[in-house]
């Protein structure tokens, strides 16, 4: 298993300004995902950062609007730019214990609200 | 566009009652897990299916994984207060990009 904390968990923010959220991982992993979640409903990927490489992601969402980076086998930020009320969500990271194990632990996730 | 589709979306039921949550899809994937998340934290995976057909039992929880690897389904046996949560399938695609689809949801409620 693997042991994930976000930072922050909860912010508020104006609209136009940007958030960093930070994911950090207590093993070295290849596969970490960003995620969106409506409370209650279900989860959106956003896009799947491999280490050394550019994050893929997924229709509906570009790097300009939500830049990731992965400097590291351990910690992942994505950043929402540019911020609107709609941007208001639970963003979660994950991690895939091992390539092909097709088990993912998930971090506490990040509530954002924009007003 | 693949899609997991859930049901029921809402359950509330007694303590001591079963129930089965139904994972549909008209695409295969290669695996299909099945998570719990309770309120402000993150999702925590309950078990992996891999084969058709399989079936998997953790405790009160029975998991099964359609024969066409198509659906799946959680059955739990006399449900309690603890089992309250938001249950999530996702389903791993491999053909073209790797990557997990997540269910609609199912919200169970227990109530004691």
């Known amino acids: 298993s693997a042991v994930i904390s976000q930072k922050p968990s909860r912010d508020i923010c104006q609209r136009g300004t940007s958030l960093t959220i930070q994911c950090q991982v207590d093993?070295?992993?290849?596969?970490m995902f960003w995620y969106r979640q409506q409370p209650g409903q279900s989860l959106t990927l956003i896009a799947t950062a491999n280490q050394g490489s550019e994050a893929t992601y997924e229709s509906g969402f570009v790097i300009d609007k939500f830049p990731i980076s992965r400097p590291n086998l351990t910690f992942s930020t994505l950043t929402v730019s540019n911020m609107s009320p709609e941007d208001s969500s639970i963003y979660l990271c994950s991690v895939e214990a091992g390539q092909g194990t097709y088990e993912q632990y998930f971090g506490p996730g990040t509530r954002l609200t924009v007003t | 566009t693949q899609l997991l589709e859930q049901s029921p979306q809402f359950l509330s039921i007694q303590e001591g009652e079963n129930l089965t949550v139904y994972c549909n899809s008209s695409?295969?994937?290669?695996?299909l897990q099945w998570y719990r998340q309770e309120p402000g934290e993150g999702p925590v995976l309950l078990v992996t299916?891999?084969?058709?057909?399989e079936v998997k039992k953790l405790k009160r929880l029975t998991f099964q994984f359609g024969d066409a690897r198509k659906d799946s389904s959680l059955h739990i046996t006399a449900a309690q207060p603890g089992d309250t949560g938001l249950y999530l399938c996702?389903?791993?695609?491999?053909?073209?990009?790797?990557?997990?689809?997540f269910g609609t949801g199912t919200r169970l409620k227990v109530l004691a």
């Open positions: 996702a389903g791993v695609t491999t053909s073209g990009t790797y990557k997990y689809i």
């Open positions: 093993s070295q992993v290849t596969m």
């Open positions: 299916v891999v084969t058709g057909g």
């Open positions: 695409s295969v994937f290669s695996s």
